[in-house]
Structures are given as C-alpha cells and as structure tokens.
C-alpha cells in the first residue's frame, strides 16, 4: 500500500507544486474533504464519492488519477459532457517496481528508463469519443492507479466527473424508468402537455426528486450541465481559467488577488477571449427556458408560438447530491394558426363589423385606381376598439378608437391596406366602418372632442329638467329623446341602450322629444340648450342626442340620467 502511495505522488510531483493529501473513502475524512472546496479545485486527484467540475482548452488533454486501495473493488467512472463533444479514455498504470535494495544512487540503465515510460501509458480500459454522458463500471477492479485522460477537439469546454468505489450505496444518480421517453400527450397552437413515467428513485427507494424541464428551438439536451453552460447560469462556472495555470478567477480571489484585470493576456488562444470577471463577461441572447416542477411528472408548456418546433428535455434532480439523469428528450411543433378571414371593404360603403370578446377581426382594403388619400371613418358602437392599419405590410396607425373617429393617410399608387381590430375584455365590439379614397362624401356627421351632455341642476324642477350639448361648425340635425328608467336600471341593460350605432329609427316614437338643426361658424360659441318638459316629479329619465348625418347615419351622444325634484 505504501508502494502505491508514493508512486502516485511521484506521478502527480510534475504536474503540480503544491503538497495536497490524498482522498480516501473513509467517511469521516471523506465527509471533511468535500465540505472544504478548495481541497479539489483544479486539482487532478478525483475523490471518492463527490463529483468534480473542471474545464478543457480546446486540443490540450488533461489528466486526473484515482487511486483504488485494494483489489476485487468495485469502480465506477461518469464524465459528463457540457458544452462541447468529449474524448476520454480510462487506463490502469502500471507502477513501477521498488528501488533495489543496494541504494547506490547510480544512473538507471537506458533501456530501463525506456521501460518505465512505456509502463507509464497504462492499460487502456475503455474510452469514448461523443458529448453524451458515458460511464466506466467494474464489478471487481485491481487496485492501482486509474488514470482518465480527456481531450475536447472542438472548443474550449466544461465537463463534470464523479468516481466512486462504493457504487451500490452510493447511487448519486436518479435511476431512469424502463421507458425513459418524454411523451407529448397534448398539442395545440400555444400549448403543448408533456408527461413521463416516475424514477424508481423517488417511487421505490423515496428518495428526493424533483424534475425539471427545458424548452428551446434548437436541439434536445443531454445533460443538465450542457442547459446550463447555455444558459451561463452561473458565473463562476462559465468564466474560462487562464491557460498555462490551473488557477481559475475562484483562486485568485480566494488568495486575495483581484481578478478585474484577469484573462487580458490570452496569447496562447488562438482567438481573443472577453475579460474574465463577472462584468465583463459578455453572454450572448439565448432563446431557452428551464422551469422546475417539484415531484410532478406532467406539464403543460404555454405561451408557445405557432406553427413552431420546439425541443423538451426533462431532467430529474436528487436534491440531496443535487446530481441530475435526463430522460430521452423529444420535439413537437404548435399547431397552426386558424387561417383568418378577411372581409373586404368596398370603396364608399359602410361596412358592419362583429368582433368577439377578446377577438380580432382583419379587414382589407384595396382600391381599383391611383389615389393620393385614403380615409376610413370608424364608429364603434360600444366600447373602445384597438385599430391597427397597414399599408403595404408596414405599420402605419395603431390607436384605440371610442365613438366616431375619421382617419385620413397618405395613399400611394396600388396600395393596398390591411385593418386589424382587437375586441376589449369586457364583450363584443360592434363598429360601422367606411374605407374611401373620395374623403369629400362623408356620409358619418361631424362631432366634436365632448360628446357629453351637460345637466344644470339649479334649472331642474319637479316636471323639467335643462341640458346642453356640443355642436360643430357644419350644419347638422339634432335629435334628443327620454326615457324613464326606475331603479332596477342594470348595467347590462344600460350597455344595449348605450349601443351608439342604433340610430333613432329603433327609439319608440313617444320618446321623442324633438329635432333641430344647429351650428356655429364659432366652434367655441357651438352649444346649445334644451328644456324638457311635462316629466313626473321625482322620477329618473336617460337622455339621449343623436346627430344625423346627410347621408343619414347617425351617431349618439353619451347617455345622461337625469331626475326631477320630488318637491318644489
């Protein structure tokens, strides 16, 4: 044994400078080894047990050695991949043979050191060459000196190891189930259901497990450590150390030594690399997403996009080694989006317009001739209405329209125009709509910016109450009429009367007050008042005013409730 001991620091004296103690698997010295970090950063000893991280200049192989003390040992070696495909190899070196007893000091013959050198290389094992997470096991291994070389061709990568000679107890890794595949049970155009079968980890040995899934438009993942090099979640673990040392950024500030100016220096790369440090490290936008879910093995992805394939990898994590196993991966794409109807609007005609709750509804304009302005009047009858033009595929109007509004734009010869109208949260829109490339016949009226109607309280009586209102400076006709609401008056009902677009053709003919035409060259002087007579003192009316266009749509003015005086 001690022969084994010293032929391993004599293997290691040249590749470092610094006295370090071996790791061993008794547990109590084991258990104090892996809380201390820094006693296997960057070193080249793997312990026994913990899983190391550690990084690869691109073309130039690093070394690690494990000891196993006795024969008829088990062994088990996982190295696992992250950014970048991996060559490895596992070899068992054979040591050397005792000094002769003589002591002499005299030079070893020539062909003797060649010996030794060779002797060196080992017997190779097993090896591979790819980027999934591969693994060596021996049911009964010779003790020795386990030599793992590794070598990325690729890049400048990331890798994980975990060695262990108590494979059977320690069982770090979640197991995977018999049918290992993540199954999509679900597809729609923004959603897609993912379901996978438990690990016996977590269903027969009860130990903690929690999974977590990966979603991107790339490719599927074969390891955790290979999501989070691409999401670069922790800086630490995706700074480079500097070639030609085995100090990482960690060790430098663990010793007390700044690292801001870290990294400047990469002549030995063959491409400049950003400064090491954590502000200075530049991360590219990646389009990927991880989310944990506990115990659970079904999920629901949302917010998807359409028509589109996306990738689903699922990890499980044993939250007390915090190692993780993935599941076969798979791909699915979104449905497509319903083909939209569009509703084409002729030139000079109002258009009637439904759009559901929530919903869009497009609509397309194409005038047959040349045109320097196009104009579209849009009334909507209820509530505001998200309108969005297009000339030519490129936006040029996006407002929310309430009442009446007219929209002059700036035509261009062939054009042709898209409207897009998005429905509020609270019902369906109805508007009235109008497309023409002849602005001067306007069939809607004229409004002004307030539409409100104005009640004066100290002219209210027990039977009249006195109002006014807003005109424009086009001559236009005017029409106000009551009714009398009691105090069951419901929102619901409130919002079918409030409907702007049914003109006064659907009014009962007893609830007409009276029509009369008004304007005002003055626009600040354009109001007008009315009294209205014979009402019941006490009771509450809805007021309406329509205003009449020539070429007979109308338009109402906001509803006002007004209510006599019980006594006078």
């Not at 002591?103 to 062909?111: A, F, K, R, T, V």
């Not at 790819?130 to 400048?156: A, C, H, I, M, R």
Request: glycine share 4%; charged share 25%.
């Amino acid at each position: 044994m001690l022969l084994l001991h010293w032929c391993l620091l004599w293997l290691l004296l040249p590749l470092t400078l610094r006295t370090q103690k071996l790791p061993t698997r008794d547990e109590e010295l084991f258990q104090m080894q892996i809380r201390d970090k820094t006693f296997f950063h960057d070193s080249s000893v793997i312990p026994d047990g913990a899983e190391i991280s550690s990084y690869l200049f691109k073309d130039t192989p690093r070394r690690y050695f494990f000891m196993v003390e006795e024969d008829n040992t088990p062994l088990s070696v996982t190295v696992t991949p992250c950014d970048a495909p991996l060559e490895w190899k596992l070899s068992l070196q054979e040591l050397p043979e005792e000094a002769s007893a003589d002591g002499s000091g005299d030079p070893e013959p020539l062909d003797q050191q060649k010996q030794q050198k060779t002797n060196l290389e080992g017997t190779e094992l097993f090896s591979y060459k790819g980027n999934d997470v591969e693994y060596f096991l021996s049911s009964s291994s010779p003790s020795g000196l386990y030599q793992l070389e590794l070598l990325s061709t690729e890049k400048d990568t990331h890798f994980k190891i975990y060695a262990t000679t108590t494979p059977e107890s320690d069982q770090p890794y979640p197991e995977l189930p018999y049918d290992p595949r993540v199954d999509v049970t679900s597809l729609g155009r923004t959603t897609i259901t993912l379901v996978w079968k438990p690990s016996p980890t977590a269903s027969l040995l009860k130990q903690p497990i929690e999974y977590c899934v990966v979603i991107n438009k790339e490719h599927n993942f074969k390891s955790l450590c290979a999501v989070e090099a691409k999401l670069g979640a922790d800086d630490a673990f995706m700074m480079a150390p500097k070639p030609g040392l085995d100090f990482s950024p960690f060790d430098f500030a663990h010793f007390g030594f700044p690292t801001d100016n870290l990294g400047k220096d990469r002549s030995l790369l063959t491409k400049p690399s950003p400064k090491v440090g954590r502000h200075g490290y530049w991360r590219p936008k990646v389009d990927i997403q991880k989310i944990c879910i506990g115990n659970k093995n079904i999920f629901t992805v949302s917010d998807l996009k359409p028509d589109t394939q996306y990738y689903f990898d699922v990890f499980m994590i044993n939250t007390n080694s915090n190692l993780s196993t993935a599941y076969v991966g798979t791909f699915a794409k979104t449905k497509e989006e319903a083909k939209r109807k569009i509703v084409e609007l002729k030139d000079g005609r109002v258009t009637d317009v439904f759009v559901k709750r929530k919903g869009t509804k497009f609509l397309r304009f194409a005038p047959v001739s040349s045109h320097q302005k196009a104009s579209f009047f849009i009334h909507s009858c209820l509530d505001a209405v998200q309108v969005q033009v297009r000339r030519d595929r490129k936006l040029i109007l996006s407002q929310n329209v309430e009442g009446v509004r007219q929209f002059r734009l700036r035509g261009k010869p062939k054009a042709k125009y898209l409207i897009r109208l998005k429905g509020n949260k609270k019902g369906t829109s109805m508007l009235k709509i109008l497309a023409t490339t002849k602005p001067n016949k306007q069939p809607f009226p004229s409004l002004p910016e307030d539409t409100r109607i104005k009640a004066f309280d100290k002219l209210r009586t027990c039977s009249s109450v006195t109002v006014a209102w807003l005109g424009t400076q086009e001559r236009n006709k005017f029409c106000i009429y009551r009714k009398e609401v009691d105090g069951n008056y419901s929102e619901d009902r409130k919002r079918r009367e409030q409907n702007r677009c049914l003109g006064p053709d659907n009014r009962e003919k007893s609830e007409k007050v009276l029509c009369k035409y008004f304007h005002s060259q003055n626009p600040q002087e354009a109001a007008t008042t009315e009294t209205i007579k014979d009402l019941q003192p006490g009771k509450s009316y809805l007021l309406d005013v329509y205003v009449v266009g020539h070429g007979g749509h109308s338009v109402k003015y906001q509803s006002k409730v007004v209510k006599t005086r019980k006594v006078c």
